[in-house]
């Protein structure tokens, strides 16, 4: 059983910067696939960005791309979200998941999320004016 834990939200200004930690433990030696999705009140859990075998493989969404960046430390189950930039629409819940089975970075950016992705409890960013 692979667990999961986000750290790092707050309340920030807009235009301001805050970093998302989360470390997955429990499973392989090393999780390939890892990444942050978010939820908004009233809104479905949109995927943020991903990460495959230590950042070569990195895919954004369009919302967040040039203003967000995915990290994770080389050969470790632990990534971060860089937010720079924050805007009052990225307030949300944010995820942090992670899914040891995903073998290739394309099948990570499509299918975290699916199956068997394991996900923390959500930390809470709130960016307001």
């Known amino acids: 059983q692979v667990q999961v834990v986000e750290s790092g939200g707050g309340s920030v200004q807009v235009g301001e910067s805050l970093t998302l930690s989360c470390s997955a433990s429990g499973g392989p030696h090393y999780t390939n696939c890892m990444g942050w999705f978010r939820q908004a009140p009233g809104q479905e859990r949109e995927k943020v960005a991903t990460t495959y075998t230590g950042g070569l493989n990195k895919w954004y969404s369009e919302s967040v791309k040039g203003r967000f960046t995915i990290s994770q430390e080389r050969r470790r189950s632990t990534i971060y979200l860089q937010m720079n930039s924050l805007k009052l629409e990225d307030t949300a819940i944010y995820y942090c998941?992670?899914?040891?089975?995903?073998?290739?970075?394309?099948?990570?950016?499509?299918?975290?999320?699916?199956?068997?992705?394991?996900w923390g409890q959500g930390t809470q960013v709130t960016v307001s004016s």
């Open positions: 998941a992670a899914d040891p089975a995903i073998a290739s970075g394309s099948q990570c950016s499509t299918a975290l999320g699916l199956g068997r992705t394991y």
